[in-house]
């Protein structure tokens, strides 16, 4: 039996309208993340978390546009070096301007993925610097073989 699920107004649902294309998510317990927040056709999302992922305590609850890639910080390994984080999607919310970081589901769509990075290296002086004032380091084209491997593996 589908598990019932309550959107970010709390009505009952089994996924959601997304707020970008308009079209249909189920939520799958297969994506390999529990809070599902983002359409994996056009990959925007809702500003429903306030402090942590899950939360869906935000009161903003406007688009979140994605605007660029960045991976998790790992912490460091054995050796003194920093430990490769998985992949994740930098989000922009298009009413209060707050830039968060969220991540990438099994289903999402790579070539999307693929070109919100390209899109990424042409975004305004301002929004970088906001993006490293939240601690947010965005890809660079030197780190796209490493962005390939993620999407699909190491013989892509």
């Known amino acids: 039996m589908d598990k019932i699920y309550r959107n970010h107004k709390g009505a009952k649902s089994k996924g959601f309208k997304c707020c970008h294309c308009s079209r249909w998510i189920k939520f799958l317990k297969s ?17 429903v978390d306030l402090e942590k992922p899950g939360d869906r305590k935000s009161e903003c609850k406007a688009k ?15 050796y003194g070096n920093q430990k490769q984080g998985e992949l994740m999607i930098t989000h922009q ?37 906001q993006i490293k004032e939240n601690d947010i380091r965005l890809l660079k084209k030197t780190e796209e073989k490493e962005i390939l491997v993620q999407l699909f593996g190491r013989n892509f």
């Open 64 to 78: 979140m546009k994605p605007i660029g890639l960045t991976f998790k910080k790992e912490g460091i390994d054995k």
């Open 93 to 129: 919310c298009v009413g209060c301007g707050k830039i968060s970081i969220n991540r990438i589901a099994g289903d999402d769509n790579p070539k999307v993925i693929l070109n919100i990075f390209g899109k990424s290296k042409s975004l305004s002086p301002k929004l970088i610097k």
């Open 31 to 47: 994506i390999g993340t529990k809070h599902r927040d983002h359409c994996p056709l056009c990959l925007w999302s809702r500003h």
